[in-house]
T-cell receptor
Framework: DGGITQSPKYLFRKEGQNVTLSCEQN?????MYWYRQDPGQGLRLIYY???????QKGDIAEGYSVSREKKESFPLTVTSAQKNPTAFYLC???????????FGPGTRLTVL | QQPVQSPQAVILREGEDAVINCSSS?????VHWYRQKHGEAPVFLMI?????EQKGHEKISASFNEKKQQSSLYLTASQLSYSGTYFC???????????FGGGTRVLVKP
C-alpha cells in the first residue's frame, strides 16, 4: 500500500528539548512538505523540498530544521528556539511541486 | 499573503446547497481544494488551473475566476459525509508553494 507515514501520532516533550518528527513516503513523489496547524486554524508551511538534498523555507521556518537525504524521507526537527511548538504537524508529498498533495496522518506535539 | 475564505462556517440540512469562496489579493495560477475531518489529515478534492475551468468531484464542483482572483466551491445536495473543514490553497505560479486559507467549517445535519 502506497502512502505517507508519520510517527509518532502523539508526542510529549519538555520545554527546551529538541524533537524530531518522522515523515516517510513510498509514493515515489519528488516534493515533500511540512505544515503546522493550530486549533481552528489553517495550514502554515514550515519547509518544503522539491528534490533530494534541497529544501526551502516556508512561511514559518524559524525554530525548525529539516533534511532531505533520501527521496522517501523528510524529517522535521523542532528546536528549543521555537517559541510555541505545541501544535498538529502534517507532512505531505506530491508528484511535482504543483500537483495535488497527499497528507500523512499527522503528529500532535505537546510541549510541557 | 493568505487567501480569504468565506463564510467561516455554515450549517446545512442534508440535501441543501452551499457555496464557499476563496479570494486572493494576488494573481493566481492555481487553486487547490481540500477537506479535513476533525482530527484527521486533509484530503485532496480538486485542482483548478488558470483558465476558468470548472471541475467536479461527486456532487462537489468548483470554479476559478482568474480576473477576480477567486475560486468558489459548490456543495450540491449535501450529504452528512460532506461535514468537515474545507481549505483552499493558492499558488501564484506553476511550481510555487501553496498558501492556505483559514478554512470554512461545514456541518451537515440530518
Amino acid at each position: 500500500d502506497g502512502g505517507i507515514t508519520q510517527s509518532p501520532k502523539y508526542l510529549f516533550r519538555k520545554e527546551g528539548q529538541n524533537v524530531t518528527l518522522s515523515c516517510e513516503q513510498n509514493l515515489n513523489h519528488d516534493a515533500m512538505y511540512w505544515y503546522r496547524q493550530d486549533p481552528g486554524q489553517g495550514l502554515r508551511l514550515i519547509y518544503y523540498s522539491q528534490i533530494v538534498n534541497d529544501f526551502q523555507k516556508g512561511d514559518i521556518a524559524e525554530g525548525y530544521s529539516v533534511s532531505r537525504e533520501k527521496k522517501e524521507s523528510f524529517p522535521l526537527t523542532v528546536t528549543s528556539a521555537q517559541k510555541n511548538p505545541t501544535a498538529f504537524y502534517l507532512c505531505a508529498s506530491s508528484v511535482t511541486g504543483y500537483s495535488e498533495q497527499f497528507f500523512g496522518p499527522g503528529t500532535r506535539l505537546t510541549v510541557l | 499573503q493568505q487567501p480569504v475564505q468565506s463564510p467561516q462556517a455554515v450549517i446545512l440540512r442534508e440535501g441543501e446547497d452551499a457555496v464557499i469562496n476563496c479570494s486572493s489579493s494576488k494573481a493566481l495560477y492555481s487553486v487547490h481544494w481540500y477537506r479535513q475531518k476533525h482530527g484527521e489529515a486533509p484530503v485532496f478534492l480538486m485542482i483548478l488551473l488558470k483558465g476558468g475551468e470548472q471541475k467536479g468531484h461527486e456532487k462537489i464542483s468548483a470554479s476559478f475566476n482568474e480576473k477576480k482572483q477567486q475560486s468558489s466551491l459548490y456543495l450540491t445536495a449535501s450529504q452528512l459525509s460532506y461535514s468537515g473543514t474545507y481549505f483552499c490553497g493558492t499558488a501564484a505560479a506553476a511550481g510555487n508553494k501553496l498558501t492556505f486559507g483559514g478554512g470554512t467549517r461545514v456541518l451537515v445535519k440530518p
